[in-house]
């Protein structure tokens, strides 16, 4: 993908990843995405820590949930009350977006409140 992210979360998905509970409604969740930097024979550079480093921003990826968010949604794709968003550089939805594939693509993470770093959430709370 040579892509990286720098990721973002609430007080509400904060307090809960740092107590171990699933995050709850209220929580957001925010990333920026950015191209990796390339070197003359176009492969990624990474930094000190052994991630990519960041060069262009391309968009922002969110995720969100309230109460009865979920209600509207197929039982077949509904993430509890989980919504997905992705927005263009310019901070405006990115068209084309289909959201299916987002609650598709995060439906079997029921275990980790619908998320991939949950426990990563939780590791950086605890520091704070």
């Known amino acids: 993908m040579r892509q990286m992210r720098h990721y973002y979360a609430n007080d509400a998905a904060l307090q809960a990843a740092?107590?171990?509970r699933p995050l709850p409604d209220g929580a957001v969740l925010f990333a920026e995405v950015f191209s990796a930097k390339l070197d003359a024979d176009k492969k990624p550079l990474t930094?000190?820590?052994?991630?990519?480093?960041?060069?262009?921003?391309?968009f922002y990826s969110a995720m969100a949930r309230e109460a009865g968010w979920g209600e509207a949604v197929p039982d077949l794709l509904r993430?509890?009350?989980?919504?997905?968003?992705?927005?263009?550089?310019?901070r405006q939805l990115r068209p084309g977006v289909n959201q299916a594939e987002c609650l598709a693509c995060h439906k079997p993470l029921d275990k980790?409140?619908?998320?991939?770093?949950?426990?990563?959430?939780?590791?950086?709370?605890?520091?704070?």
């Open 112 to 128: 980790t409140s619908f998320t991939f770093t949950l426990e990563q959430l939780g590791t950086a709370a605890r520091k704070r």
């Open 47 to 58: 930094g000190a820590d052994g991630f990519y480093q960041a060069d262009q921003l391309l």
């Open 18 to 20: 740092r107590e171990g």
């Open 79 to 90: 993430n509890e009350n989980w919504n997905y968003a992705v927005f263009t550089t310019a």
